[in-house]
């Protein structure tokens, strides 16, 4: 009778043994790919942030250009949104980001000051660059993600 108690002991105590073994594995490899996803959706969710505010920069920057065709701007708070949002670009944005942002605001700027001179880079070609570089910057935020994985 005392073997058959120890060999349910010992087989009882082996499956539990067992199952706290594979629990806590499973909670190990789930905790880890949770941590995974929880940093992917956050790279993702500043990546979107990127793109509104490098898009807005553009839209406020290209409404401003197109303003000064029609009549120049002489109340500078109309540059606010402008400058408001070259500061966040400041804050976020790499450094050929940046350069190429200020190379539009500082075109915008220039293209309504009354008897303007031709500039050597007109306001397209300012774009590109800019739009190069974000792109560029996008890219190597998504080879730098996928490099984490």
């Given amino acids: 009778m005392e073997d058959k108690l120890i060999i349910t002991l010992i087989g009882v105590s082996s499956a539990l043994a067992g199952t706290l073994l594979g629990g806590f ?8 790919l949770k941590d995974r996803e929880w940093q992917l959706l ?3 969710e500043e990546i979107n942030d990127l793109k509104k ?3 807005d920069y553009l839209a406020e ?3 401003l250009e197109v303003a000064s065709v029609k009549n120049k701007v002489s109340d ?3 540059f606010n ?3 408001t949002l070259f500061s966040q670009i400041e804050l976020l944005g790499s450094q050929s980001v ?3 942002a200020k190379e539009i605001g500082d075109h915008v700027l220039h293209s309504h000051v009354k ?12 774009k590109c660059n800019y739009v190069a570089a974000v792109k560029k910057e996008f890219l190597e935020l998504k080879t730098h993600n996928k490099s984490l994985n």
Wanted: net charge positive; hydrophobic share 35%; glycine share 6%.
């Fill in 81 to 83: 949104a402008l400058g």
């Fill in 42 to 44: 956050i790279i993702r």
């Fill in 61 to 63: 920057a290209s409404r």
């Fill in 25 to 32: 594995i499973s909670y190990l490899s789930n905790r880890s």
């Fill in 98 to 100: 940046i350069k190429a």
């Fill in 115 to 126: 008897n303007v001179e031709k500039r050597e880079k007109g306001f397209y070609d300012h």
């Fill in 53 to 55: 505010l490098y898009s």
């Fill in 76 to 78: 500078l708070r109309e």
